[in-house]
């Protein structure tokens, strides 16, 4: 079995003392609070919660208050059927009411524990897409700090060249001045010197972009720059789990399913309006009313008041057989996508798990490569100093040492990479 390896991925650059250090777990500690992506997935894992409610599936009565207050002066005047007159040049009326209102649907068809149902999938769904969120929200961060580490690396072996190529235009020179060697010797290893010198400037905006990217991730600002991990844990001893257990475990794959349950739901939602409905509605009231005119100067009443309804559809333009289609068709397409999201996870994972062990078996065989590659730069320029050695040879031995530098960072990256997509996928970055 292969035994778990750590690596240290020493580098030195000159950082200013200013800056902030910055642990691999800092990093996914500040993307998991300030990560956008992860506020919206959780605002809306939070609005799925609040919406399940038996109120909002329609299983609690409407309970409700109701009042009202009226007033009028008018000046009347009345022709009385007894011939006789009435005026008043201000006849106050007025009159209020007060009134407690209930209504509520007994049976709509079972409709409305459906609705119930489908509320709790929803919440799980909003549930599980949050944490969906925060498994790729740590994932890009452990990527993102690997490549910043990476390109420090690159930076690393840049810098190396840089000091090599430095060492031998050196000896170059003064191996031209003493007449031991042409002078082309010396202007080669100018420019490759120069060459060198070149390529750390690039280098050092590619690590400033990487910062830029680590920091949209934690939500800071892009300029922030910070002391990092010199080394990062390599796991060489994960296992594959089986198919089922992927299944079992992957939250897009639940995600898929839950809906497609949801959808299922639908059907019944449909059905359910095939079925009569049964509802009642009553309340309590009072009023009193009081006029200056009139044969009624004042009322009074109280007491309750209710009514029970039942409705049966009879026919409705066929639209519930075609709702219930509809519904059928949607619950076929949704657990067709279901069954898609598995076999692209599978893909997924069989193509993550081959990369992973492939770059196993690449970074093993650079960590042996560059020690190999480094004696030889040591042979090569004991042999320069001597004069025994040629500016090619020592030339060639330097360029094998750094691709040797810079092919074992890249393998260590992409292990990195490649062991954090295979756990993302096996949901175990996030417990």
Known sequence: MIKRL???????????????????????NRALQYNFDVRIADAAAKQ???????????????????????????NTHNQLATGGTQDNPSAETYNYSLGATLGWTLFDGGRMF??????????????????????ATVSRTIQVYAQVVWQQKQLVA?????????????????????????????????VDHNARRSDSLAQEANITQSFDSLNVLMGTDLSNTYVLDDNLELNTSLQPIDRQ??????????????????????EGVARSYRLPTLGINGGYYYNYTRSATGFLLSGRSYGPSGTASLN???????????????????????????????????NHYRTAWRDYE?????????????????????????RFRVG????????????????????????????????????????????
């Open 245 to 266: 257990l992927l299944q079992d475990v992957n939250l897009s794959v639940s995600i898929y399913k839950h809906s497609a349950a949801a959808s299922k739901l639908n």
């Open 358 to 382: 492939l770059y196993v078996a690449s970074y093993k065989l650079q960590f042996d490569n560059i020690k190999y590659a480094k004696e030889n730069v040591d042979v090569q320029e004991a």
């Open 388 to 431: 025994v050695g040629t500016t090619l040879e020592v030339r060639e031995a330097e360029n094998s040492y750094i691709q040797a530098l810079i092919a074992f960072y890249t393998a260590a990256y992409n292990l990195k990479v490649s062991e954090t997509i295979v756990l993302e996928l096996e949901n175990k970055l996030v417990k």
């Open 158 to 190: 840049v810098d190396t060249a840089l000091a090599l190529s430095q060492l031998r235009m050196d000896l170059s020179r003064l191996k031209f001045e003493t007449g031991a060697s042409p002078k082309t010797d010396f202007l080669q290893a100018t």
């Open 114 to 135: 459906i609705v119930k149902k489908q509320l709790d999938i929803q919440e799980l769904i909003g549930s599980e897409q949050f944490r969906l969120q925060l498994q």
């Open 48 to 74: 799925a919660a609040t919406n399940n409610t038996p109120g909002n599936a329609g299983m609690l009565p409407n309970i409700g208050f109701s009042g009202s207050l009226g007033g009028s002066a008018y």
């Open 312 to 346: 049966i559809p009879i026919f409705n333009g066929g639209n519930i057989n075609r709702q219930i289609k509809v519904a059928a068709l949607q619950t076929m397409r949704d657990e067709l996508l279901y069954e898609k999201q598995q076999s692209i996870i599978n």
């Open 6 to 28: 750590t690596i240290l991925l020493s580098f030195s650059c000159s950082i200013a003392a200013a800056q902030e250090r910055l642990t691999l777990q800092d990093a996914i």
